[in-house]
């Protein structure tokens, strides 16, 4: 950013300057991208990587509303709370039919044997179901907004895992990141305003919250492993590569919640769950639906920011996304709000910006180097 003692027509030279060369590092981004990206001219380039993070963004705040709405309907069961989470996963082999694959070439001559990938998505397959039904319970015994701050913990999470498993370097921006998003848990644990939903104990209060904040960590952790998978074993991380960890690990994750919704004997409460649904049984179908649907829609912009832009951009989006859940929380549940609350939430926005503008920087300066390379290389 320009200094203040820069002459007016010296900053926006100065600006002008830095949004050219960001210009050419887009086109120069797209010409490497696969055929249908190089026909893009840029403004249709921003508009898919706006598409997808309205998928996102929309399909996220979407699923837990539902998810919500679901118990405050008279919803108990936390097997099927989970399994709709993954059990639309069909709907990822939409985009893979649909775009082209990346022609990008792995960096290692042999790919992983069969039993390799099998065991890969078995372990994460495993972990995402236990995961889902740490966030259904705390869904269950948290109102929406206060589930979403808390949730917002997974970027503390995600920095101190990227540490230690992907060596990724602490700067003061992602330290005050996870300051801040540490403090605006804490908040929310301390707060004697703060409540759940009605007839939700002060116990089971505290099990809502520690389920999130536990899902929440795992999560993270499993983000780090997949990243670990890709740069270690599968030595890629292509459009194809991304799906194809999306669609089978979501059907380990998918089958182990058929199984315990069976086992655990939930699956005999179901109907009657229907029939005493708030809004009726049709509602009670469609609300099933849209939940696994909305994780879907989720999923796609994730994949397809990854396709269009990069995974780090694209995990950046998906954590900030959750500073927009708690907002419409309260409009759409009247979520009670007092003073603790507003300051847990704005403190949360704040470590979501720190965490976003490094991310921003690593970005710009990653692609940056590639194209400062790839000029020089030139003829």
Not at 25 to 53: A, G, H
Not at 106 to 116: D, L, W
Not at 153 to 162: E, R, Y
Request: hydrophobic share 50%; charged share 10%; with cysteine.
């Amino acid at each position: 950013m320009a200094r203040a003692s820069f002459s007016s027509c010296g900053y926006k030279s100065l600006n002008s300057m830095a949004d050219n060369e960001e210009q050419m590092i887009i086109d120069k981004y797209l010409t490497n991208q696969s055929p249908l990206f190089r026909k893009l001219k840029s403004w249709q380039w921003w508009v898919l990587v706006v598409v997808n993070i309205f998928f996102l963004i929309a399909g996220q705040a979407a699923a837990v509303l539902l998810g919500r709405y679901y118990y405050d309907q008279g919803g108990n069961s936390k097997w099927l709370a989970t399994l709709v989470q993954t059990a639309a996963f069909p709907i990822l082999y939409i985009p893979l039919f649909l775009l082209p694959a990346s022609q990008e070439v792995s960096s290692s001559s042999r790919y992983p044997s069969f039993v390799t990938l099998a065991l890969i998505y078995l372990v994460l397959g495993a972990i995402l179901a236990g995961d889902n039904m740490l966030y259904s319970v705390g869904l269950l015994y948290l109102s929406a907004s206060t589930y979403s701050l808390i949730c917002a913990s997974q970027l503390a999470f995600n920095a101190v895992f990227s540490y230690f498993i992907n060596s990724q370097k602490f700067t003061a921006l992602i330290l005050n990141s996870v300051v801040i998003l540490s403090l605006s848990a804490a908040l929310i644990a301390v707060n004697e305003g703060s409540e759940g939903p009605s007839k939700v104990s002060r116990w089971k209060y505290i099990l809502g919250f520690i389920s999130t904040v536990g899902a929440s960590a795992i999560y993270s952790l499993l983000l780090s492993l997949m990243q670990l998978s890709f740069q270690k074993v599968l030595k890629k991380q292509s459009f194809g590569v991304v799906l194809d960890m999306q669609i089978y690990t979501s059907f380990v994750a998918t089958c182990i919640c058929i199984v315990g919704l069976f086992a655990s004997g939930e699956w005999r409460t179901l109907s009657g769950e229907m029939q005493g649904f708030g809004k009726g049984k049709v509602s009670y179908v469609m609300v099933i639906v849209w939940t696994a649907v909305s994780w879907q829609v989720c999923s796609v912009g994730v994949v397809g920011l990854i396709y269009v832009v990069s995974s780090l951009f694209s995990n950046v989006i998906s954590t900030s996304s959750l500073a927009i859940t708690p907002v419409v929380s309260v409009i759409v549940f009247h979520d009670k709000v007092n003073g603790v609350k507003v300051i847990a939430m704005l403190m949360a926005i704040w470590g979501f910006a720190s965490y976003i503008y490094q991310n921003y920087l690593d970005d710009y300066r990653s692609r940056k180097s590639r194209y400062d390379g790839e000029t020089h290389n030139d003829p």
